[in-house]
């Protein structure tokens, strides 16, 4: 069954939680759930990475002046903590030490509105905000962002992720880096909390030096600070993205352990003329090209075929996708098609354009999301009619519009509707801005209702571009072969200076357990480096 069709995560979170701990290495510390990014004992990692010898570990409830050099600002004890604090971005940097790959803890309280982190493999420190050559990991108090970048000197942004990061509470940041991997995971202290790196990337300007504490505003107060040496101990079976040339828009159905992957064939942009392709797998890495599930000659339109959804029901199999702009739907009794139209014309109203998704909700109802061109891309919804290929045009109404800066890129753009029910709330996931733009990113409003309304999610976009990969989005959701995981299969850019032909990517998704308010849904991605593969019963 399609992931989506039902409120299938709900049911299955505890076996899927203890698979993608064991796969991701969480462990518990105390009251506290900290990602590692282990590789569990057996587990098939290839980017397994093992502490070795302690480099540097202190409290810091009390201050060491020889262990410390400053540049600018202040840095004294405090609370059982260190406080670093001045207005020019002062760095503290550890005497002596100097560090290649490693492991990093530290529980960081920072002011309100400032920025505080780390620096790591520093060289050519100087005074001044960005008067170094390194890489910075910091939280933004307030922005509700943690971000990664790079100075040489001058700051350039490499990746970040939105987490809800306030003042004056105290968070811990675990950073992992292995030779160009840097992986990045936040929890705040007092919370039991399960959480997915909140970046993973790769970056090859700096590969040895110093290592120290940063504060970006006002102050920050740092405290239980530990480095490690890491150790690549790879063995066993992963993946890099992308997993696939030449796929866009894609949709995933799993039917009889085979996955059944329908796409826009980007080599054709940007005409489109040939119909929807299809590959397939059964293990969401390693793909085949099974050519044109559905040909143009076997529907309505000429060109633009792109945008596919699928859904199964009593044994026909539809297919909606856009052709010249307009949603049309083709059967077929096989997954592997061939998909044809009876009749070769597209839905109606006129209005259903781009992007159609259909998902059946747990009382057998089947409704549509699709995309009208109004006031820009705007999201619409309605119910399904029984024979699958009608609207019922009195419930048709819209869902969400372009309202938030990160959807303006290119174009005031919500498109690419994924629905998720999750604990008896609807989440509605979609791609803002232009295709096109380096910014297209994936975001999700909620609501109780099928047909809302919704309210977005406030650190919206959950997963966007980074310096090491464009245009990650339009997307769907599907499981790993087991049931125990979640991924987001998308669709990213060529290169970061060419769109087409885009290419196929897949990355854990997980929900997360608030204090307050619903589960967040977190993304982890775009990745580019190694990733445990998804995971088999047999693992």
């Known amino acids: 069954m399609r992931f989506g069709v039902s409120d299938t995560v709900g049911k299955c979170w505890d076996l899927a939680m203890s698979q993608l701990f064991k796969h991701l290495g969480f462990c518990w510390w105390g009251r506290l ?16 990475q093992k502490p070795g010898r302690v480099i540097f570990q202190d409290s810091l409830s009390s201050m060491d002046e020889s262990e410390w050099r400053l540049w600018g600002g202040e840095l004294r004890s405090v609370s059982d903590s260190m406080r670093l604090s001045g207005k020019r971005g002062p760095r503290a940097m550890l005497t002596g030490v100097r560090v290649s790959d490693f492991e990093l803890q530290v529980e960081i309280k920072p002011a309100d509105s400032t920025q505080a982190g780390i620096v790591f493999r520093v060289a050519d420190s100087q005074l001044g905000v960005d008067a170094y050559r390194g890489y910075y990991v910091g939280l933004h108090a307030g922005a509700h962002r943690v971000m990664w970048g790079a100075s040489r000197p001058g700051w350039q942004a490499l990746a970040g992720g939105n987490r809800t990061i306030e003042g004056s509470q105290w968070y811990r940041l675990r950073v ?21 790196p909140v970046l993973d990337g790769v970056d090859r300007s700096f590969h040895r030096g110093g290592v ?3 504060v970006l505003g006002s102050a920050a107060q740092f405290r239980n600070l530990t480095i490690r040496e890491l150790v690549d101990t790879s063995s066993g079976k992963s ?4 997993v696939q040339a030449n796929c866009a828009d894609p949709v995933i159905l799993r039917h009889s352990g085979i996955y059944y992957a329908y796409s826009t064939y ?13 590959h397939t797998s059964e293990d969401l890495v390693h793909w085949e090209d099974q050519g044109y599930v559905l040909k143009s000659k076997d529907s309505w339109g000429e060109s633009r075929f792109w945008a596919p959804d699928i859904v199964e029901r009593d044994g026909t199999f539809y297919l909606y ?19 044809r139209q009876r009749i070769q014309r597209p839905m109606e109203p006129d209005s259903l354009r781009i992007d159609a998704h259909v998902f059946q909700d747990t009382d057998g109802q089947y409704y549509i999301y699709y995309v009208d061109f109004n006031r820009g891309n705007e999201i619409w919804g309605g119910r399904l009619n029984e024979d699958m290929m009608s609207v019922d045009t ?6 969400i519009a372009s309202d938030q800066s990160w959807e303006t890129h290119k174009g005031r753009i919500v498109e690419g509707p994924e629905i998720l029910k999750h604990k008896g709330l609807y989440y509605l996931t979609y791609s803002g801005s232009h295709f096109e733009s380096p910014q297209y990113a994936v975001g999700y409003a909620t609501s109780s209702s099928p047909l809302g309304p919704w309210k977005k999610y406030q650190l919206n976009p959950i997963m966007q571009s980074t310096s090491y990969a464009h245009g990650t989005a339009h997307h769907c959701f599907t499981q790993s072969p087991d049931g125990s995981e979640l991924f987001i299969v998308y669709h ?11 290419q196929l990517a897949i990355d854990r998704a997980m929900f997360v357990r608030q204090k307050d308010g619903p589960d967040v849904l977190q993304i982890h991605g775009p990745t580019c480096s190694p990733q445990p593969t998804p995971s088999h019963a047999d693992d």
């Open 33 to 48: 759930a900290v990602l590692c990014v282990l590789a569990s004992v057996g587990a098939p990692c290839a980017t397994g």
């Open 239 to 242: 993946y890099s993205n992308p």
């Open 492 to 502: 990213r850019h060529h290169s970061l200076t060419k769109t087409e032909p885009r």
């Open 321 to 339: 996708y856009a052709a010249d702009t307009r949603i049309c739907v083709a059967t077929s009794d096989s997954p592997a098609g061939p998909f």
């Open 394 to 399: 009195s419930t048709l109404k819209p869902m």
């Open 212 to 214: 120290g504490l940063r």
């Open 266 to 278: 980007t080599p054709d942009f940007p005409d489109m003329v040939h119909g929807i392709r299809l």
């Open 176 to 196: 992992r880096v292995l030779g160009d991997n840097v992986k990045c995971c936040v929890d705040e202290v007092a919370v039991l909390q399960k959480t997915l």
